[in-house]
């Protein structure tokens, strides 16, 4: 695993929808790196972990790992 790759949008859009509260926002994170540390699940989801502090921008974080969020494969470009 541990695949280092770069949010380039979130669920398919580069910005949020209109109304999307602010710790919701997830499209904060557009640009930002991470590492895949759970394969894909059922979803069609990824889990990783990003480098910059999720919660430091004021993003809902509830997953198993610290830092990580469930992110679709398409909104993922590989960085290495």
């Known amino acids: 695993m541990n695949n280092k790759v770069r949010l380039k949008s979130f669920n398919g859009k580069l910005s949020p929808p209109r109304g999307t509260s602010d710790e919701e926002n997830y499209w904060k994170l557009i640009g930002q790196s991470g590492e895949i540390v759970e ?12 480098d910059e ?3 430091s921008l004021g993003l ?6 610290e830092n990580s ?4 494969e ?4 590989t960085t290495e």
């Open 69 to 72: 969020l469930y992110i679709l």
């Open 53 to 55: 502090t999720v919660k």
């Open 39 to 50: 394969p894909k699940n059922e979803r069609g989801r990824v889990l990783v972990k990003f």
């Open 74 to 77: 398409s909104d993922l470009e």
């Open 60 to 65: 809902a974080c509830h997953n198993p790992v």
